[in-house]
């Protein structure tokens, strides 16, 4: 049992992580304006992104793609890897 909620804590701070980083940051549209050269940084969605599972640590590599994929606006196709 022990085992079974050690890798629930792991995954929940591995998630929580994730958010919190990603968390009040912006993704989309303006990124940065550069004032001194006039230079502006933009960021747009690039549409369907294709993502393996891997192997170990599959749950949260998931979730953390999902996560990253979802705040960028980008629609995310998870596929189980089948050599895993």
Known sequence: ???LLRKYGKM???V???WFDKKGKK???VIDEGEAFG???LA???GAIGAPAPGSNREATLIHKAISA???RNAIIL???LRA
């Open 39 to 41: 230079l502006m940084k």
């Open 27 to 29: 993704s989309d549209g």
């Open 16 to 18: 929580r992580g994730t």
């Open 1 to 3: 049992m022990s085992d």
């Open 79 to 81: 596929v189980h890897n």
């Open 70 to 72: 979802i705040k960028t």
């Open 12 to 14: 929940m701070n591995k």
């Open 44 to 46: 747009k969605p690039i």
